[in-house]
């Protein structure tokens, strides 16, 4: 049973739009929730991440937000640009012993940004 | 070199081959992870190592071994593997106690 999932497999926006992407979780014991970039042929990139114990943790254009109660995540990308256009990965941390964290991911959406 | 590197980035053997991907990260971690990608399926964590020794292993068949020699370096050692371990796989670090995880680009491999 996936504990992350990433409902919507593909997002089309237009440039300048926001974009919006959205994560739903299961395990209420998630403390970190991150969101990656991956490009083809290459390894996924970090973005932006937030605490369970934060509402929203804004960096840039990147913003993150998260609704303990519905265990729903958010990252907003505004204004977007063609360069965003990339898969988006959710994943939720959990410490897994000895300072080091295991990560679940979601299946991830592919957003594509119109010029 | 910088971040997370691996090599190779390419490989492909056969079902009685016996190879190693080789992973190395340049940040200063002392956390390394091992992830699987196969197509239309999620990232999935393989092997945990910590301070060099192994904190997780998510019920992977033993016909891969994972090796950390040193805080910067993590092996995965593959024999008598199956055309359905055919996958993208990923390499991370990451600081103690930091739950943020930095990936290298990964090695796409095909079992034949």
């Known amino acids: 049973d996936q504990q992350v999932k990433q409902n919507s497999p593909s997002l089309s926006v237009q440039e300048g739009r926001i974009s919006i992407l959205n994560c739903d979780y299961t395990?209420?014991?998630?403390?970190?929730f991150l969101w990656y970039k991956k490009y083809p042929a290459e390894g996924p990139t970090f973005l932006i991440s937030i605490s369970s114990i934060k509402d929203k943790n804004e960096d840039g254009r990147f913003t993150v937000f998260l609704n303990k109660s519905a265990k729903h995540l958010s990252l907003h990308i505004v204004p977007s640009q063609p360069g965003d256009s990339a898969v988006y990965f959710c994943a939720a941390s959990l410490y897994s012993g000895a300072g080091s964290y295991q990560l679940t991911f979601g299946k991830g959406t592919k957003l594509s940004v119109i010029p | 070199e910088t971040g997370v590197t691996q090599t190779p980035r390419h490989l492909v053997m056969g079902m009685t081959n016996k190879k190693s991907l080789k992973c190395e990260q340049h940040?200063?971690?002392?956390?390394m992870y091992w992830y699987k990608q196969s197509a239309k399926k999620p990232l999935e964590l393989m092997f945990v190592?910590?301070?060099?020794?192994?904190?997780e292993n998510n019920s992977v068949p033993s016909r891969f071994s994972p090796e950390c020699p040193n805080s910067s370096h993590l092996f995965l050692h593959l024999h008598t593997l199956q055309p359905e371990d055919s996958a993208l796989y990923l390499c991370a670090s990451s600081q103690e106690g930091g739950a943020t995880q930095y990936f290298g680009p990964g090695t796409r491999l095909t079992v034949l």
């Open positions: 940040l200063g971690h002392n956390a």
């Open positions: 395990n209420s014991m998630f403390d970190y």
């Open positions: 190592y910590s301070l060099e020794e192994r904190v």
